[in-house]
């Protein structure tokens, strides 16, 4: 089994990233095999409502979404963190979310 954390923070060592790597750790313990994305170090960029992505297995925009996607699909399962800001998660994590 497989597990990925997906974390959106600004803050590589902040709240929601610790909660997400004791989710993780709590996961590996129990025999899956984890992995840490950190959402920052992606270059994700803005859906630009091309709709390539209905008629097509891949987004057209030219960054690290296609990589990421593969990556959630072979996965078993996901975790996402995020801080949020008025009730909601941050943008980062919102815009990771339209893009997929």
Excluded: W
């Excluded at 990925?4 to 004791?22: D, F, Q, Y």
Aim: with cysteine.
């Amino acid at each position: 089994m497989k597990i990925i954390g997906i974390a959106s923070s600004p803050h590589r060592n902040g709240n929601s990233v610790t909660l997400l790597r004791e989710a993780l750790k709590g996961a590996q313990e129990a025999g899956a095999e984890t992995e840490e994305i950190y959402l920052p170090d992606y270059d994700i960029q803005y859906c630009k409502g091309c709709m390539n992505c209905l008629s097509s297995d891949r987004c057209a925009i030219p960054d690290d979404l296609n990589e990421l996607r593969e990556k959630m699909v072979e996965a078993d399962g996901l975790i996402l963190s995020s801080p949020t800001y008025g009730l909601a998660p941050n943008a980062r994590m919102k815009n990771f979310s339209d893009r997929i």
